[in-house]
Each structure stands twice: as C-alpha cells, then as structure tokens.
C-alpha cells in the first residue's frame, strides 16, 4: 500500500469556493486510483484555502495525470481551483498539477470536470 497527500489549493478569485462535492481520480505510471470523493472534518474548497487529504491505496507508480470534479450540488457550486500538488509520502515524490480555471457550470467554459497534465 501507498499513501498519497492530495494538497488542493482554492483560488482567491471572488466566489471561488464550492459546497459541491469533488472527487478526484489519479492516473500514473503503474495503474489509477478509481475516483475518490474528496472529504476530511475541515470546510473543504473555500476560497484562498489550502485543503489536505490522505489516500491509501495500491502503488499506482509516477503520477501523470489527475482528474478532477464535482457534482454541482448545493448553492453556488461553482469553483476555482489554482492547482493540485500529490506527494506520495513513502517515496518523497511530489508532483504539481496547475489549473488556474474554473469548474463551473456557469464561468470560462462550463465544464466542472477536468484532466490536469503536470508542470
């Protein structure tokens, strides 16, 4: 088993954060996680904040891409995500996956679904 530390930063853009549920699936080298509802005790996804989690699953190997969304739910479920960093925690790895956009139904291009490639 391996455990990776999702690092999820909000943007500071006015209305960035989202009451919505995300989820996120990671792809690499070896295999992918199958999506993953991201939660924790914390009031995740508000805007300017940097939210933490843990997965554990099987070493799915270098981390190539991710993808992230959420289901539009609750009031005002649009959201601006600046990136998503993935530090696998037995190995020291880490690897940065920008956005800058937003998911939203309503804003850029309507989409609350998307692949990140890494830097």
């Known amino acids: 088993m391996a455990t990776y530390r999702i690092v999820v930063v909000t943007g500071s853009v006015e ?6 549920n995300v989820y ?3 792809y690499g080298t070896s295999g992918t996680s199958g999506e993953r509802f991201l939660d924790n005790s914390a009031d995740n996804f508000e805007r300017g904040h940097t939210d ?8 799915i190997g270098e981390i190539t891409q991710v993808r992230i969304r959420h289901d539009n739910s609750h ?3 649009g959201w601006f995500l ?3 960093i993935i530090h696998k925690e037995d190995t020291d790895e880490e690897w940065t996956f920008p956005c800058g956009r937003w998911l939203a139904v309503d804003e ?3 989409q609350t679904d998307r692949v990140l490639d890494r830097t």
């Open 108 to 110: 850029d291009d309507g």
């Open 75 to 77: 009031k005002k479920p």
């Open 82 to 84: 600046d990136r998503i």
């Open 15 to 20: 209305d960035a954060g989202t009451d919505a």
């Open 24 to 26: 996120i699936t990671l």
């Open 52 to 59: 933490v989690f843990s997965l554990e699953m099987g070493d």
